[in-house]
């Protein structure tokens, strides 16, 4: 075999391009000989839909919402560190202890951080 | 081509086709619809694609949510006056070839609520309907059958011709105008182009 070895490679590329580029064009010549192309207005909207699209999509949101995922995502991730503290308690060392006694601590002081800012009250 | 020659042929083991039989095979062994129900019909036409009445058989299970996927627009169900300009437009979002199925009295002729004056009397009014079918609701079978009539009209469309359909015509519209929602009626109350009022004879 003293046949290039990247032939096969050469000869998959011109298979992987035609693959997709045959079709296409069966298709572009069949529309061209007999299905005229029939643009219009609706058919051309952006959005699919019985209802035309009114206002503008650049409106702003609420930062609330921002941070209160934000919090939720808080206590949502000391669920996770809670659970497998609490299912080793009884074998944790004093060093393991304050260490999570610290970790909460920041949580906490996070939450009253934001209560004291008045993000929980919703207005 | 000749008949007689292929039914010849085709005693030989020969099998021929032609181009225009097998676009048509195609297209209408791939019917679409639109996803969209109306009323109660609605109901009827989700039973005939569920594993029942199985509208797979036929090659119509993908019911597409985009209008632009979509071939067939079956009106399953009452066409408020409200909800006619969105059916119109939305019939006009789909691309060519496209196909309606009027489902059900009230999509033909406005049905139980025919007197109402928030209802559409068929929506034949502003679309070209290929098949109507009666019923309040028709059953799963009754859509099967319009949707083997419809395939059977699919099958006998010349690509070229005067006879050819509307959407290999390139004067004929795609789109349709879309009525306002008026006051008293929608405006225009129907399209002239598409539907006129059945003319009365009397002697």
Not at chain 1, 106 to 119: D, H, I, Q
Request: hydrophobic residues 45%; aromatic residues 12%; glycine residues 6%.
């Amino acid at each position: 075999m003293d046949q290039s070895p990247y032939l096969f490679l050469t000869v998959f590329l011109a298979i992987a391009v035609a693959f997709p580029l045959g079709p296409i064009l069966l298709a572009r010549l069949w529309a061209a000989k007999y299905s005229p192309q029939k643009p219009g207005e609706q058919k051309n909207a952006t959005y699919e839909c019985g209802l035309e699209s009114k206002g503008d999509a650049m409106i702003q949101f609420k930062s609330q919402y921002y941070l209160y995922a934000i919090i939720f995502l808080i206590f949502d991730v000391e669920t996770i560190f809670l659970l497998p503290f609490a299912v080793a308690f009884t074998g944790l060392s004093v060093g393991a202890f304050v260490a999570i006694m610290i970790f909460l601590l920041l949580l906490v002081e996070g939450l009253a951080w934001a209560w004291m800012k008045g993000v929980l009250t919703w207005k | 081509m000749d008949e007689g020659l292929r039914s010849e042929l085709s005693k030989q083991g020969v099998f021929t086709t032609t181009l225009e039989d097998l676009y048509n095979w195609g297209r209408k062994n791939s019917v679409w619809p639109l996803q969209f129900g109306l009323a109660c019909c609605a109901i009827e036409m989700i039973a005939s694609s569920m594993s029942r009445f199985d509208l797979a058989r036929f090659g119509a299970e993908v019911f597409r949510p985009s209008p632009r996927q979509a071939d067939l627009m079956i009106v399953a169900g009452t066409v408020t006056k409200k909800m006619a300009p969105q059916v119109i437009r939305l019939y006009n979002q789909m691309p060519e070839p496209k196909y309606v199925i009027a489902m059900g009295a009230c999509a033909i002729s406005g049905g139980p609520f025919k007197q109402g004056y928030n209802v559409l009397k068929g929506i034949d009014r502003f679309l070209p309907v290929d098949v109507h079918i009666p019923g309040c609701p028709p059953r799963p079978e009754a859509l099967i059958h319009a949707f083997m009539t419809l395939q059977r009209k699919i099958d006998e469309q010349k690509l070229t011709g005067p006879n050819r359909p509307r959407h290999l015509v390139a004067d004929a519209p795609s789109e349709f105008p879309v009525p306002q929602f008026g006051e008293h009626d929608l405006v225009p109350p129907s399209n002239p182009k598409v539907w006129q009022p059945p003319k009365v004879a009397r002697s």
